[in-house]
């Protein structure tokens, strides 16, 4: 069974700029959530789709945005990066929204130069 | 709020040591409490959880029991391996709602 997948795995981007990162989960899982890992925060929460709708959301400003599609694949989107905006970007899926346990991808890598 | 706080790390040990990583938790409410793990170059894994007050997590020989008078979940496990090197997540989450709260988590080398 094929895990959860995100795409790119690595990106360099500079200030300013807008990046889109994919992620396409475990079959059958309508839960996707987004998270930012960086050695000084740590793990911090992004948002949450489920059904394509935002169930939830952490505290980031606008410039961090996400979708869900039908298939249940997500998007999240960063406009205007900023430097502090380098990390890594996870990806978990659930089956639902109460099961209490993510499936992690293996993360997107974003440096901003 | 809700908040998790781990031990810093790192912790480095002799194999077939004992391993202990402290958690502490602030939660209202009933959360669930779990413990991830991230291998080099990998994403999260769940090792354990504990879905209410008194119950033990398990999983590869590593254990944690939800204490709710202490608020904590401590991980341990008798007899560290090489390949248990990794970075070990405490983290709480309250139904209803897909938000995990992790720890800063903590780094753990094993020596041979």
């Known amino acids: 069974k094929a895990g959860v997948t995100q795409t790119p795995r690595y990106l360099i981007k500079t200030r300013g700029q807008q990046v889109t990162l994919s992620c396409s989960p475990i079959?059958?899982?309508?839960?996707v959530s987004w998270y930012q890992q960086t050695p000084g925060q740590g793990l911090q929460f992004l948002f949450e789709?489920?059904?394509?709708?935002?169930?939830n959301k952490g505290n980031f400003p606008g410039r961090f945005s996400g979708r869900q599609f039908s298939n249940s694949r997500s998007e999240m989107n960063v406009s205007t990066l900023e430097l502090g905006d380098s990390a890594l970007y996870l990806c978990?899926?659930?089956?639902?929204?109460?099961?209490?346990?993510?499936?992690f991808g293996e993360g997107s890598r974003l440096t901003v130069l | 709020g809700n908040s998790v706080t781990q031990m810093e790390g790192p912790v480095t040990l002799s194999e077939e040591a004992f391993l202990t990583i402290n958690c502490t938790y602030t939660?209202?409410?009933?959360?669930?409490l779990f413990w991830y793990v991230q291998y080099p170059g990998e994403g999260l894994q769940l090792l354990l959880k504990?879905?209410?007050?008194?119950d033990k997590g398990s999983n590869k020989g590593f254990e944690a029991t939800y204490r709710k008078e202490t608020t904590s979940f401590h991980l341990e496990k008798g007899s560290v391996q090489v390949s248990d090197s990794a970075v070990y997540f405490c983290?709480?989450?309250?139904?209803?709602?897909?938000?995990?709260?992790f720890g800063s988590g903590t780094k753990l080398n094993v020596k041979p």
């Open positions: 789709y489920f059904s394509e709708t935002q169930r």
């Open positions: 978990a899926s659930s089956w639902t929204t109460n099961t209490g346990e993510l499936f």
């Open positions: 939660a209202t409410g009933y959360p669930s």
């Open positions: 983290a709480l989450v309250k139904y209803n709602f897909n938000k995990f709260y």
């Open positions: 079959s059958g899982h309508r839960s």
């Open positions: 504990a879905t209410k007050a008194d």
